[in-house]
């Protein structure tokens, strides 16, 4: 283990390390921490200037209230649901069958549409901004979960792609070879023998597309206009714009939107991790 | 008769199944892909030729909205910035991967908790751009910042980060850092748990220690950790758009523009709909970015072959 373990240093330096531990998260959360305080603070203190004190009075249940019953907050969250939840099944759908399709046969062109896949999966947003933009136009799903949904799947296909495949070249080969032998048809093996094998890509894949989606910014702008279909990090931008200068119901607002993803990392953390170090470790 | 039809047919497809089977399976993904990620690109290529405000007819100008950016005679001092920008962006946002390393170190230890920890640390990279963007617009607030607040414990003015042309830019780095520092952390703390640690044993009896240890037997078997962080970090810094239209929305004075954000600004806002002129600064946004791609795509080929 690298560095030296702690416990065989001298006691002095293992006090020290564990009193440094609280500082440094405590530093390094710090302007968390601050939106923090600042949303279950009353809106006095920010007239009377008292930023930074205590509280003088705890008003979270009042400002999360408001978040939630007196703004377009909920109506946010919901869409960014029904975006997120349809774009995880989706892409992770297709990729199980483009990456068994990639990791299992052998044929020429293998390699080039996979680099196709990854390529794709690392082009600037922008340039696909304006197609995009006009396919979904053209398609009348301009300002709909469903344009919206459509993007991101086939967006998303790309880096699940890369994973899925690469998860199922490290599946033992002679399980499949084994079915062939038997005469099972090729679907079958995909349904039967593969798939149950990919549970835990499918489970790593799926909390990192939710957290990507949920957190996406740029398409919810460029595709979406309103609170009837805007996910909520573009709804953000609307809701401080109501409450200019509320700074704790800002506050509130911000970690109310932040806190899916946050619960669904710490919820199924071995699997987020999981998923975003595939390939970290030979 | 029928019946032989059926089964002469099953068996076709069954001889040849293996060879069918691969397409059928990439079908679906692959059209979805060309329709919403491969044409586009191209279309934008196409598109950079022509004048456009999405709405009438589009106008063959040739190269023209190249010259436009090249000599910067629609917005002034607006490409250059943008693309100096995009270098201080590239430059900086690297130092994720030794801060990240540096964290990793610090945490990679038995002690009681740390598990909770290592979560802890992680956790600026799940919270969206937009809240650490509004976050960080707090943070450094010159009336009630945090930071100004630090900096008066020491009798240090007030500075307005992101309201100064020198500061800005850094600023909004310094926040994309923070989630991004956390994400090198994480593959590095997945890399040091994999460490072969007969070879660190081998390293101490021959007297390494410290940052000899490090430098010549831990990093050469962190590669693929390093190789990961380097992608994620150059791709990251080169999308970054959010941030900064969170918090500076390119101000002042467009002194924080990277080529996303002026794109989107000339393509898609009120400064007027020049779809031609956005989709050449993307295509530029999209040539850089193929130099790393291209670097990608030919370090996994060799792993590949080297298989």
């Given at each position: 283990m690298f560095p030296k373990p702690i416990e065989k240093q001298p006691r002095a330096v293992q006090i020290s390390y564990q009193a440094l531990l609280p500082v440094a998260l405590l530093l390094w959360l710090g302007p968390l921490l601050a939106v923090a305080l600042f949303s279950i603070k009353p809106e006095a203190d920010f007239t009377n200037a008292n930023?930074?004190?205590?509280?003088?009075?705890?008003?979270g249940a009042k400002n999360y209230g408001q978040v939630f019953f007196n703004s377009d907050m909920p109506r946010y969250l919901l869409n960014s649901f029904l975006i997120t939840v349809p774009t995880v099944i989706g892409a992770v759908a297709l990729s199980c069958m483009t990456g068994f399709a990639l990791g299992i046969y052998k044929f020429k062109s293998n390699l080039w549409i996979f680099f196709m896949f990854v390529a794709g999966n690392f082009v600037p947003f922008q340039i696909l901004m304006v197609p995009v933009r006009d396919l979904t136009l053209d398609l009348g799903l301009y300002n709909t979960k469903t344009g919206l949904v459509l993007f991101h799947i086939a967006f998303q296909t790309g880096f699940c792609t890369l994973f899925m495949r690469n998860f199922i070249r490290a599946l033992p080969f002679e399980l499949i070879e084994a079915a062939r032998v038997e005469g099972i048809s090729e679907w079958r093996i995909f349904w039967y023998v593969v798939l149950p094998l990919m549970k835990p890509a499918i489970a790593a894949l799926s909390v990192l597309i939710f957290t990507f989606i949920w957190n996406d910014y740029f398409w919810a702008v460029v595709l979406t206009q309103g609170a009837?279909?805007?996910p909520v990090t573009a709804g953000i931008t609307s809701f401080n714009a109501q409450f200019r200068a509320a700074y704790h119901l800002m506050s509130a607002g911000s970690i109310v939107a932040a806190l899916p993803p946050v619960a669904m990392f710490f919820l199924m953390q071995k699997h987020f991790i999981a998923g975003l170090t595939l390939g970290a470790v030979k | 008769m029928t019946a032989v039809d059926v089964t002469e047919h099953e068996s076709w497809f069954h001889r040849n199944q293996q060879r069918i089977a691969p397409w059928l399976f990439l079908a679906p993904g692959v059209l979805f892909f060309m329709v919403y990620v491969i044409i586009p690109v191209f279309q934008s290529f196409n598109l950079s030729l022509y004048e456009w405000d999405g709405l009438g007819a589009a106008e063959y100008v040739g190269m023209r909205n190249y010259e436009d950016l090249y000599w910067e005679w629609v917005d002034r001092d607006a490409f250059y910035v943008s693309l100096k920008n995009n270098l201080i962006w590239l430059v900086m946002y690297l130092l994720a991967i030794p801060a990240g390393l540096f964290i990793a170190l610090f945490l990679n230890q038995t002690v009681w908790g740390i598990r909770l920890y290592k979560s802890l640390f992680f956790f600026?990279?799940?919270?969206s751009q937009v809240v650490v963007g509004l976050v960080f617009t707090w943070f450094y607030d010159?009336?009630?910042?945090l930071l100004n607040e630090f900096l008066s414990w020491f009798g240090l003015g007030p500075v307005n980060i992101l309201g100064d042309e020198r500061f800005v830019t850094y600023g909004i780095i310094f926040a994309g850092l923070w989630p991004q520092t956390a994400y090198c952390m994480i593959l590095y703390l997945t890399g040091l748990n994999a460490v072969d640690p007969e070879q660190i044993e081998a390293g101490r009896l021959d007297g390494a220690k410290g940052g000899r240890m490090l430098w010549h037997i831990i990093l050469p078997q962190l590669r693929p950790a390093t190789f990961i962080a380097f992608v994620v970090t150059i791709i990251g810094a080169l999308r970054s758009f959010d941030l900064i239209s969170i918090m500076?929305?390119?101000?002042?004075?467009?002194?924080?523009?990277?080529l996303a954000y002026y794109m989107f600004e000339v393509a898609?806002?009120?400064?007027?709909?020049r779809m031609g002129y956005g989709a050449a600064i993307a295509v530029i946004l999209f040539l850089i970015m193929l130099c790393f791609i291209a670097y990608f795509l030919w370090s996994m080929y060799r792993e590949e072959k080297g298989h």
């Open positions: 930023y930074w004190g205590l509280p003088s009075s705890f008003e009837e279909s805007q | 600026p990279f799940v919270i010159p009336t009630f910042g500076t929305q390119g101000g002042p004075f467009g002194s924080s523009r990277v898609l806002s009120e400064y007027g709909f």
